[in-house]
């Protein structure tokens, strides 16, 4: 027996061990400092990593208060059991200003599956580092070299360089958000950056790193907002660049002794003959705000060198002040493998006049191609620019070119201000490819670059390019008609409802049965973020519930036995800013007479305009009528006979 309970008791201690948990700690030691929890928080000096210490594969790390001293992770999870570092409440590495690589804020080297988590609050920032402030010096907030299966999350990273906007005395090039190198598989994803030269450096020196996903950051008062470079004789692949805003470079503007700093948006280059950097994937980003004097900006998107094949989808170019003078995306490319997809973006700059510069500009040696589909382009100087000497192959079709100086331009130089003349540059028509499907119309945006009516010039004349663009800027499938829609957004009513019971409708056996959906699309406007319920409050979601209304006042229709059966916190999926999806349960006694109408109304209280919609367009539910059965008559030899059919009861 002994023997047997040694044995048992073993393998219950080993489970244990494997059991993920959760560690506390802090600048300095409180209560306990046992690590239980943040008011017993451990000393981040006392911190130890792997082989069952402190933190293991599968665990978490809480922090807590402000840390003034460098976390260096100091051991890899695993698959399926990540090592997490995650932010409490008014945690913060806050420091006059910290160091580059292994004294950023947080450093790693050579360790995978870690995610780092700020939860929303989590804050690294520098507090005297900057052009007017006590220190003036290189900083990095984040820094990891080597190893894959990274998560950088929903952190603010803030003023690890405070320049003072538009200096002719500053010329430090200071400050990285984060700054990692020879990683694979890395998402960046949430952050909030501003106050660097560099929001998000990635770079490859060895090891031929895959997978960089950089998705719904806010980057801002930069020099550049993403660097991605091979720095060796290796490739960097499959890297996507989705869905960030990038705005207000103008604080790095300025001059000093003939020189300035050149400003991008996004900036990528290979320098390498025999590697490349790609594929890359660029799709639904914001470039606005104010970018400062032209000329100090070469490119909002800049791919130089060996970055092929690149893929540019769905993009908003749309400053308040200044462009790029090379032009919003600039692809210069230096091998004839160079290949560059510009499918429905939309540009709409400050000018049509030489200071508007040119929306998209291609250049290079090697030669390469450029397809050119479905973008609106207005108020720049030129369109398209292609200043390769015609080594270039350039494909284009079915844009809008309107209040431009000229449609095109080569590197002779000649000039193709009409269409027609830029047409015959490619060509000619009725080629494919030509642009003989273009346009130069007014598109008719509205203040947020959306087709403002379904009229519009834009709307159902795209081209199909549904083997790479399926959805728009919004992730609203594509095409919401017969065709596409040109630049980033499809056009659909300010409120839509559809799903399986619209259009068309219903039947009544099939609300009893339950399963069918509703989904409201916006345009115009987006949904609230989730809250307590999947769309702000549990209050918010029910209120969207409460605003689909039947119109049969009965016990047995849908307000009463549908409407009243929905939970927000179950039935209710936001599926995006500008999507949910409803659900309907069972409804075992919907009983409807009649035909019963329901209209979908959104209320304020959901929506970020906070102006209610009447959803297009209403639904119907057909009432049924059960199969007749065999009438029987039952003689009273006191009164009428009774008659039992389909609708019940009825005296003869």
Request: net charge negative; hydrophobic share 35%; with cysteine.
């Amino acid at each position: 027996m002994k023997k047997i309970f040694f044995i048992i008791f073993a393998l219950l201690l080993s489970v244990g061990v494997c059991d993920a948990s959760d560690y506390y700690i802090a600048q300095s030691a409180a209560g306990s400092g046992n690590g239980s929890n943040c008011a017993n928080a451990d000393a981040i000096a006392d911190l130890t990593w792997g082989g069952g210490n402190m933190v293991d594969a599968g665990d978490t790390l809480h922090l807590c208060g402000t840390i003034t001293s460098t976390l260096t992770i100091g051991a890899s999870g695993s698959e399926g059991s990540v090592i997490t570092v995650a932010f409490e409440s008014g945690a913060k590495f806050s420091k006059a200003a910290w160091g580059t690589t292994s004294s950023a804020a947080i450093y790693a080297t050579g360790k995978d599956y870690i995610t780092i988590d700020g939860q929303t609050n989590g804050i690294i920032e520098n507090t005297d580092n900057g052009t007017a402030l006590g220190t003036q010096q290189q900083s990095h907030g984040v820094y990891v070299t080597g190893g894959s299966n990274w998560t950088i999350q929903d952190l603010t990273i803030k003023e690890i360089y405070a320049r003072t906007p538009r200096s002719n005395t500053d010329s430090n090039d200071y400050g990285v958000g984060i700054n990692t190198k020879n990683v694979s598989l890395l998402t960046v994803d949430g952050n909030t950056i501003y106050g660097a030269y560099y929001c998000l450096v990635h770079t490859a020196t060895s090891g031929n790193p895959s997978g960089l996903t950089i998705n719904d950051n806010d980057l801002s008062q930069m020099s550049t907002g993403i660097k991605i470079a091979l720095d060796g004789a290796t490739n960097y692949s499959s890297i996507i660049i989705s869905n960030n805003k990038i705005y207000d470079t103008y604080v790095w503007d300025g001059a000093w002794g003939g020189s300035w700093f050149h400003r991008d948006g996004i900036h990528t280059w290979g320098n390498y003959a025999a590697n490349s950097l790609g594929s890359i994937t660029i799709s639904g980003n914001e470039f606005s705000g104010d970018w400062g004097v032209s000329a100090h900006v070469t490119a909002f998107i800049y791919l130089t060198d060996y970055t092929f094949p690149a893929v540019i989808y769905n993009n908003l170019f749309v400053p308040t002040t200044g462009t790029a003078s090379n032009g919003y995306i600039d692809y210069h490319c230096y091998s004839s493998d160079g290949d560059v997809k510009v499918y429905n973006n939309t540009f709409d700059g400050p000018s049509s006049t030489s200071a508007g510069y040119n929306a998209i500009y291609v250049t290079g040696l090697g030669g390469g191609t450029a397809d050119i589909y479905n973008n609106i382009i207005k108020d720049v100087y030129i369109a398209i620019y292609d200043n390769s000497t015609n080594n270039f192959v350039i494909t284009a079709d079915n844009n809008d070119y309107y209040n431009l100086t000229s449609v095109g331009r080569d590197g002779d130089p000649d000039w193709y201000e009409t269409i027609a003349s830029w047409r015959t540059f490619l060509g000619g028509c009725p080629n494919a490819g030509n642009d003989c499907d273009s346009i130069t119309d007014n598109p008719s945006l509205d203040a947020n670059f959306r087709p403002d009516s379904g009229d519009d010039p834009v709307v159902e004349t795209g081209y199909d390019t549904s083997a790479i663009v399926t959805t728009d800027k919004d992730g609203v499938a594509r095409p919401q008609g017969t065709a596409v829609d040109m630049g980033a957004y499809e056009f659909i009513p300010e409120g839509q409802a559809s799903g399986t019971i619209i259009p068309g409708g219903c039947t009544e056996s099939e609300i009893v049965t339950g399963g069918k959906t509703i989904i409201i699309t916006l345009s115009g406007d987006s949904f609230i973020a989730a809250g307590t319920g999947p769309i702000g409050t549990t209050a918010n979601t029910q209120a969207l519930i409460d605003g689909i209304d039947g119109d049969v006042v009965a016990g047995t229709g849908w307000d009463a036995q549908v409407k009243a059966n929905l939970v927000p916190a179950d039935d209710v999926v936001r599926d995006s800013n500008t999507q949910c999806t409803i659900t309907l349960n069972p409804a075992a006694s919907y009983e409807i007479t009649s035909n019963e109408t329901v209209t979908v109304t959104i209320p304020a209280e959901v929506l970020t305009g906070a102006v209610e919609i009447v959803a297009t367009p209403t639904f119907q539910i057909s009432a049924e009528q059960i199969a007749a059965e065999t009438i029987s008559a039952v003689y009273n030899a006191n009164g009428p006979a009774l008659i039992y059919n389909a609708t019940g009861i009825g005296v003869n």
